[in-house]
């Protein structure tokens, strides 16, 4: 099935750095939402996006929806050890209902 | 107010054999959106329902089913299950056409 390309795969930083992650599609989305999933646990949502341009912050997180509708990024600042986990971007297309296509994750590691 | 509820957690099954996994949506969510996630394949969308209508479908064989109740609580039924089949099946709830809350997941095993 469809994915989106997210990037990193994985990053190993310190403690205390910024972080940024980013994805992108060849279709055109309604929605970006950004999530969080801890092992054994279902995806936690973070951030979401509505129009074009849209950055939101959530605390230390902080989420921008691409002018073109196809791309969204993330940052963390300050990362902390409970950042550790994996975030997926999701896109909606509402002409597809509530089906949510998503990014490849990217697997954060944060040495204290 | 709860968050979505999956039951069970874990399950295990053997090939051939069929299984019935349930989700309880947030109260006062009517759309409920089932998805498999594995390492190879990450997420991918089952199907959607929505006032107990199937409003879309995934890219998944007719051995996926799933239903929903006029609680909005759903169901997904996987039949003859073969050993691909496992994975970490989710179900997000929503009021419409926004954010969707994720529940804990059914790890399914088929051996």
């Known amino acids: 099935g469809q994915q989106l390309n997210q990037s990193p795969q994985s990053m190993f930083i310190q403690e205390g750095e910024d972080v940024s992650m980013n994805c992108t599609s060849s279709?055109?989305?309604?929605?970006w939402l950004w999530y969080k999933q801890d092992p054994g646990e279902g995806p936690v949502l973070l951030i979401a996006?509505?129009?074009?341009?849209e950055l939101t912050s959530n605390g230390r997180l902080t989420a921008q929806f691409g002018i073109t509708r196809k791309d969204s990024f993330l940052n963390i600042s300050a990362s902390i050890p409970s950042d550790v986990g994996i975030y997926f971007c999701?896109?909606?297309?509402?002409?597809?209902?509530?089906?949510?296509?998503f990014g490849g994750g990217t697997r954060l590691m944060v040495k204290p | 107010k709860a968050g979505v509820t999956q039951t069970p957690r874990y399950l295990i099954k053997t090939r051939g054999q069929q299984v019935t996994l349930s989700c309880s949506p947030i109260?006062?969510?009517?759309?409920v959106s089932w998805y498999q996630q594995t390492p190879g394949q990450g997420l991918q969308f089952l199907f959607e329902?929505?006032?107990?209508?199937?409003?879309n479908k995934g890219n998944f064989p007719g051995r996926f089913s799933g239903r929903q109740f006029s609680n909005s609580r759903s169901e997904m039924n996987v039949s003859t299950l073969e050993l691909g089949d496992s994975a970490l099946y989710l179900c997000?709830?929503?009021?419409?056409?926004?954010?969707?809350?994720f529940g804990p997941g059914t790890r399914l095993t088929v051996l």
């Open positions: 997000a709830s929503s009021r419409g056409l926004n954010e969707q809350f």
């Open positions: 109260s006062g969510h009517r759309s």
């Open positions: 329902y929505f006032s107990e209508t199937q409003r």
């Open positions: 999701a896109g909606q297309d509402y002409n597809a209902g509530n089906m949510l296509t």
């Open positions: 279709s055109i989305f309604n929605t």
């Open positions: 996006l509505y129009k074009a341009g």
